[in-house]
Nanobody, 118 residues
Framework: QVQLVESGGGLVQAGGSLRLSCAISGPAFRYYSMDWFRQAPGKEREFVSSITYSGDTSTYADSVKGRFTISRGNAENTMYLQMNSLKSEDTAVYSC???????????WGQGTQVTVSS
């Protein structure tokens, strides 16, 4: 059974920083790409960032490019999202997901709330 648990969310002022973590249980973590998504109140879930299983390739939504950095530590079965220069529009529940080679999202975390006050 694979479980994903996010942490690191909270309340921060605009311009501040947070570091989200996604802890994954299960031996297959290092063989899959992983993504961060977010969902703001009243809005659809949107893609934030992804990272390949090797960690050598990452992609970002235009809205966070240059401010957010995704990384992963396969030894500790954890993925991270460093968020800098936060804006009020970054307020959302952030979730991590495991993606198969075929693009299917196999597992999701429960999410962690990020609130940015202006």
């Amino acid at each position: 059974q694979v479980q994903l648990v996010e942490s690191g969310g909270g309340l921060v002022q605009a311009g501040g920083s947070l570091r989200l973590s996604c802890a994954i249980s299960g031996p297959a973590f290092r063989y899959y790409s992983m993504d961060w998504f977010r969902q703001a109140p009243g809005k659809e879930r949107e893609f934030v960032s992804s990272i390949t299983y090797s960690g050598d390739t990452s992609t970002y939504a235009d809205s966070v490019k240059g401010r957010f950095t995704i990384s992963r530590g396969n030894a500790e079965n954890t993925m991270y999202l460093q968020m800098n220069s936060l804006k009020s529009e970054d307020t959302a529940v952030y979730s991590c997901a495991v993606r198969s080679a075929g693009g299917e999202y196999m597992y999701w975390g429960q999410g962690t709330q990020v609130t940015v006050s202006s």
